[in-house]
């Protein structure tokens, strides 16, 4: 090989990783069973909340964006979830994606939302370990720590209910 045919196989090489990176990225896709991936954060009351820290509670993981239509119309319903069973082992944790911190802000104000929320600095929480493709998306994971459901769209009050009320069963049977 002479010097171009060496150049034209390192690009050639350089091609091909460069792709075959991006498949395996796009071929990760949300998790939906097993160990939910840890992670910490902090919310913008400036309080740390990791998820292995949450063990022993059933979590609502929500990801959403203030400028994000379906987000608003979920918004009332993880509010409600979270007011009802947060005193019985609950915890819905909300993840801002790709949003400004005001803007954040703001949204929860609008809505009244208490349950603890923070921004994903770098989309790491989102992209790299949940592999997010919107929002909102959200994770229901039961109280070892597992991924028990995956919801690809706004949450529906009542079938989140309904799921968070079934592990609370199944958590209170294992005790």
Not at 61 to 73: E, I, K, T, V
Not at 90 to 105: E, I, K, N, Q
Request: proline content about 5%; glycine content about 10%; aromatic content about 10%.
């Amino acid at each position: 090989l002479g010097p171009l045919g060496l150049l034209a196989l390192i690009g050639v090489v350089v091609i091909a990783a460069i792709f075959g990176v991006a498949l395996v990225r796009n071929s990760q896709s949300q998790p939906q069973s097993g160990a939910a991936p840890d992670f910490a954060i902090t919310t913008f009351d400036g309080q740390p909340v990791s998820l292995s820290g949450l063990r022993g509670n059933v979590v609502v993981l929500n990801f959403w964006a203030s400028w994000c239509g379906p987000c608003r119309d979920e918004a009332n319903a993880l509010e409600a979830v979270w007011r009802d069973y947060q005193d019985d082992g609950v915890v819905v944790l909300g993840v801002a994606f790709a949003d400004l911190d005001p803007d954040s802000v703001a949204f929860m104000n609008e809505f009244g939302i208490t349950y603890p929320n923070g921004p994903d600095t770098g989309t790491i929480i989102s992209k790299e370990l949940y592999h997010i493709t919107g929002v909102p998306e959200t994770f229901i994971i039961d109280q070892q720590g597992q991924v028990r459901q995956f919801i690809y769209s706004v949450v529906n009050e009542r079938d989140l209910r309904t799921t968070v009320e079934s592990l609370l069963a199944e958590g209170e049977s294992a005790s």
